[in-house]
T-cell receptor
Framework: EIVLTQSPATLALSPGERATLSCRAS??????LAWYQQKPGQSPRLLIYEASNRATGIPARFSGSGSGTDFTLTISSLEPEDFGLYYCQQRSNWLFGPGTKVNI | QVQLVQSGAEVKKPGASMKVSCKASGYTFTGYYIHWVRQAPGQGLEWMGW????????DSIQKFKDRLTVTRDTSISTAYMELSSLRSDDTAIYYC????????????WGQGTLITVSS
């Protein structure tokens, strides 16, 4: 089974700073990796699909890159509303990574 | 607009069963898969299983195969997830999520249903 690891576990940054979140797969998943944001008390929200495609309505400050086993979610300039948990998810067995918590 | 509206929170006793509904609107129900994902308190997202509302075909992760039943009623555009033999560690928020065939991401999510298993 393909396992996803995410790093760092926690990221503490200030508004305006750049955030770089990593997701690594134990085997290649091609480009079939998605990123979700979850705020406290809310359902997850799709940010990025197929590694680099922004979902509908997602601001341009969110971008995704990578393929194979190494993927990155970048938030170019953090806004206060960007705090929360970020999960990656792969298609092979639909499993999610453990998440990265972004503290603003 | 696309909406997935789930049934309300419930408290269940150990050994009981629970059934969560997920009513879809704003799109053709049979054109998208419904997946189920749960989240225990303070924990991450755990994928459970899916149903193809068009054919009724289902699949689930091995750990749930003997306890999980996913069904649908196309006449009311609703999917159901039933989990039996509940234990305290089944306490979680249960989400339904939509997936377009041929893609590998969940584009819309229900609001979640909190199931508490307690004696």
């Amino acid at each position: 089974e393909i396992v996803l690891t995410q790093s760092p576990a926690t990221l503490a940054l200030s508004p305006g700073e750049r955030a770089t979140l990593s997701c690594r797969a134990s085997q290649s998943v091609g480009s079939y990796l998605a990123w979700y944001q979850q705020k406290p008390g809310q359902s997850p929200r799709l940010l990025i699909y197929e590694a680099s495609n922004r979902a509908t309505g997602i601001p341009a400050r969110f971008s995704g890159s990578g393929s194979g086993t190494d993927f990155t979610l970048t938030i170019s300039s953090l806004e206060p509303e960007d705090f929360g948990l970020y999960y990656c998810q792969q298609r092979s067995n639909w499993l999610f990574g453990p998440g990265t918590k972004v503290n603003i | 607009q696309v909406q997935l509206v789930q049934s309300g929170a419930e408290v269940k006793k150990p050994g009981a069963s629970m059934k969560v509904s997920c009513k879809a609107s704003g799109y053709t129900f049979t054109g998208y898969y419904i997946h189920w994902v749960r989240q225990a308190p303070g924990q991450g997202l755990e994928w459970m299983g899916w149903i193809n509302p068009n054919t009724g075909a289902t699949d689930s992760i091995q750990k749930f195969k003997d306890r999980l039943t996913v069904t649908r009623d196309t006449s009311i555009s609703t999917a159901y997830m039933e989990l039996s033999s509940l234990r305290s560690d089944d306490t979680a928020i249960y989400y339904c999520a939509r997936l377009k065939p041929g893609t590998y991401h969940f584009d819309y999510w229900g609001q979640g249903t909190l199931i508490t298993v307690s004696s």
